[in-house]
């Protein structure tokens, strides 16, 4: 079947991208001529020690100290990045200090658009490092934030990755059980946490969680408080407390930066599996600095001084790929509330209101335009504006239709692929190539990813699973507390020896171009943030009624998502309203909104495997229209018959979303 094609790059374009102009010092200094993207594709992964090595000399990274070599030769995850080397992420950030366009462009529902100076960026950011330092934060210690999008957390996130402490980051909307599962594994020296926040025109006080929240940590030793909500919030409430005033009230401080290992931590992210805690994703400096000059610069296209936004909340990996823009000289746009309030244009206006360059957002987020009757073009002066992004899960090709007829007919429309995992993009875009209906252009430079079959054989224009067959450097060095890489080696290799399996199905066409078909496993994808089964449970459970439960999210045709929990009940309970408004506060309370499923279900049984597993992902596949016996093994089941429920559910489903 023909793929229709949408988009064609000008030849001026062609000409003028980051990625012909590496092309072209590949030539001079590698005498390698790859200016077709399959041959600089394939040579990528075919060396991929060389390949990175151009990277960190294409973007004359900084070296306190030399590398002895490239890369090891230990599988993954045991791979070592440039040994030797030493270098900051956030001193290659303040390489671009200017006085003629500003840093930090930032917008809320409760702020009027403002423009923050690179000057008063590296002000507070040194202001605030010092003030770090004086409470005995160095070196690998861990700085905690619960925060919102707002320019306080950059200016937090720099400070703390300046002087070679840990970030880690949750979004106030969490719930207090789910941010102690995530900080309390780090053990973080400091806390900067704000007062409260506003969504959808509501305002959220975060008081006593922050204060319950900073109990649960027996490690902290001070709290940084942002009076974002309240500006008269009263510190003194607090316990071990300072203001976010106090903390930059530092005399004229200079901005300095600790040269750390390639492979010293730079964050910590979370995602969730389908048992224990949230496993604790920590990334390298090196290892995410060479993959987001790479990414930003080859894949987006960003150029200095162009305007650079991402709709995220701190919780998400996106949060920290914004200020990987800072790496390209960006102007990052951050904005904070509700896309929806007061109405749907709110972040097109901001577009025009910024003279943006690069929107990024979600698939969800652009079907919601397009059924809200959402017209930017028609509504609002996009002249600026020349990729759109989406991210999170599979962009449908209606979106696609929608975004060229209803943005801008001449849009690079950059739909893409990756990770908490690798804090970036596997898939992406390429300034060199057409943009098809549905399709993803390209794998990235560096990513040696195949659909993988079920006997580990790569196949093409077939669904499979997502495979990395060569180790990136953005790859985790390691989860915290994991000493001995079980959970790690657990969450990737444990399918095809010595290759990570990232849990999405793939296809990959024979022109390159590929599509992202969801989930293969478990994993729960809300709005582009990957939420672990176990949490769910651990909610659920709490209450009386519930026997035991299943949840799945499904991604159907058109971009629709469906989560539905499945519950068995005790005897004498019933599932009535009452019992499912509990549910749904109860994992509003714990966790996020996000965890709320889109329908409660009562099933008679819930399926396990004989070694007592809840089988989520056969279940899954089930109702998204496997065979029976293509989704489980029946025989390695403790109760077979449970999958017949399912197989009706399957019907049901069916014929609500087709």
Known sequence: MEIKELWRPSIALMENCHLRKYQQWLTEHYQLRLYDYDALWQWSVDQPALFWKSVLEYFQVMAHTPYSSVMSDDPMPYTRWFEGCTLNYAEHIFRHYTDERPAIVFRSERHPYTEISWQVLRQKTAALAATLRSLGVGPGDRVCAFLPNIPEATIAFLATCAIGAVWSACSPDFGVGSVVDRFRQIEPKVCIAVDGYQYNGKPFDKRQAVRDICQQLPSLQKLILIPYLDTDCDVAQFEKSMTWTDALAQPE??????????????????????????????HSQGGVLLEHLKYLHFHNDVHPGERFFWFTTTGWMMWNFVQAALLAGAVIVLYDGSPGYPNMNVLWELAEQSNMQHFGTSAPYLLACEKAGVYPARDFRLDYLRTLSSTGSPLPPESFDWAYTHIRPDIWLCSMSGGTDVCTAFVGGCPLWPVYEGEIQCRALGCALYAFDEQGRSISDEVGEMVITKPMPSMPIFFWNDPDYMRYLGSYFDTYPGVWRHGDWVRISSMGTLRILGR????????????????????????????DSLVVNLELPGGQHYMPLYVTLNEGSRLDDALKSAINQQLREDFSPRHVPDEILLAPDIPYTLSGKKMEAPVKKVLLGFPLEKAAGLDAMRNPDAMQFFLQEAQRIKALYT
């Open 520 to 547: 293969s496993d478990a994993t729960l994808n809300r709005q582009g943030v990957r939420i672990g089964t176990a949490e769910i449970y651990q909610a659920v459970q709490k209450l009386p009624a519930v026997k």
């Open 253 to 282: 401080t200079t901005l300095c930066f600790e040269p750390v290992p390639f492979a010293h931590p730079i964050w910590v992210l979370y995602s969730s599996g389908t048992t224990g805690l949230p496993k604790a994703i920590t």
